[in-house]
């Protein structure tokens, strides 16, 4: 049993290129939750999604990002324009059902750099 | 916003050394979850605790959950170089969101 997936783990882009981050859920995990972690930070929250649906994207800048889960396929984090200060870890996790105490797997992320 | 500070932020400490580290909170959560972080990877779940006073043991680590549940506290006993990792806990808060705290950088040192 897989556990999320997520690809590519290290992604190298020049400023104004565009990024795009994959996560492919545990088998059976409908919710997908993206992170990014900046160097001896904790995770901050970004969106949560459920299969072609956008739940919460509170924390998503409004501008240049974007997510979706389609039907089929995996869940695809979009950062349009890149700057500098987008370089950071970004996380994708899965759960069964909605958080409230339910577990979350991780995956082992993707580190953005801009140049 | 229901924000998790812990404390300390970092910690370099001596193998067998005893360690405490805390996730504090205004806030009240219905549950606490403990992770820890290897560089380079995502992090790992270690424990959830619910119930306040809750304390839960994983072999050397001992979690407690606070009673009013706005704080949790890890304990390791006799560390190991194996335990250095960023600790972090986590609590889900409304609108589906879990927060993330700040986090505890170990190191321990053989």
């Known amino acids: 049993n897989a556990g999320v997936m997520q690809n590519p783990r290290h992604l190298v882009r020049r400023r104004g290129q565009e990024a795009r981050l994959r996560c492919s859920p545990m088998k059976g995990h409908s919710h997908v939750y993206w992170y990014r972690q900046l160097p001896e930070e904790g995770l901050k929250f970004m969106v949560y999604?459920?299969?072609?649906?956008?739940?919460?994207e509170s924390g998503m800048p409004k501008e240049r990002f974007s997510a979706e889960f389609p039907k089929e396929g995996p869940s695809i984090l979009r950062i349009q324009q890149v700057v500098r200060g987008d370089s950071a870890a970004y996380f994708c996790a899965s759960s069964q059902s909605r958080t409230g105490g339910n577990e979350q797997f991780f995956g082992p992320g993707t580190r953005l750099t801009v140049l | 916003t229901q924000l998790l500070e812990q404390s300390p932020q970092f910690l370099s400490i001596q193998e067998g050394e005893n360690l405490t580290v805390y996730c504090n909170s205004s806030?009240?959560?219905?549950?606490l979850q403990w992770y820890r972080q290897e560089p380079g990877e995502g992090p790992v779940l270690l424990v959830t605790?619910?119930?306040?006073?809750e304390v839960k043991k994983l072999k050397r680590l001992t979690f407690q959950f606070g009673d009013a549940r706005k704080d949790s506290s890890l304990h390791i006993t006799a560390a190991q170089p194996g335990d250095t990792g960023l600790y972090l806990c986590a609590g889900p808060g409304g609108s589906d969101q879990f927060y993330f705290g700040t986090g505890t950088s170990l190191t321990v040192i053989p």
């Open positions: 999604l459920q299969k072609e649906n956008i739940i919460d």
């Open positions: 806030s009240v959560f219905s549950s």
């Open positions: 605790v619910v119930t306040g006073g």
